[in-house]
Nanobody, 116 residues
Framework: QVQLEESGGGSVQTGGSLRLSCVTSGRLFITSQMGWFRQAPGKERELVASIGTVGTTMYADSVKGRFTISRDNTKNTVYLQMNGLKPDDTAVYYC??????????WGRGIGVTVSS
């Protein structure tokens, strides 16, 4: 059974920071592109950031310059450092592992609330 365990969510004020973490099994982690998605109330799930197996990163325009995705292959963990948080960043954040183009695994999601 594939498990992705997210942590680090919570509530902050505008301008604050949070760091999300997601850990999974070593075998899956090493072979997967890892990503963070989010879903705000009433909206579709959207990609926030992703990082490939060799460290190539991609960000949604809305978070460029504020969020940083990274991975630690020794800990099977992917991180999302979120700085300069805004109320529009409020959402449930999901960790995603993609070992192949048509294979995706999801975490349960973790809440982030940014108050003005």
């Amino acid at each position: 059974q594939v498990q992705l365990e997210e942590s680090g969510g919570g509530s902050v004020q505008t301008g604050g920071s949070l760091r999300l973490s997601c850990v999974t099994s070593g075998r899956l982690f090493i072979t997967s592109q890892m990503g963070w998605f989010r879903q705000a109330p009433g909206k579709e799930r959207e990609l926030v950031a992703s990082i490939g197996t060799v460290g190539t990163t991609m960000y949604a325009d809305s978070v460029k310059g504020r969020f940083t995705i990274s991975r630690d292959n020794t800990k099977n963990t992917v991180y999302l450092q979120m700085n300069g948080l805004k109320p529009d960043d409020t959402a449930v954040y999901y960790c995603n592992a993609r070992p192949a183009y048509d294979v995706m695994y999801w975490g349960r999601g973790i809440g982030v609330t940014v108050s003005s």
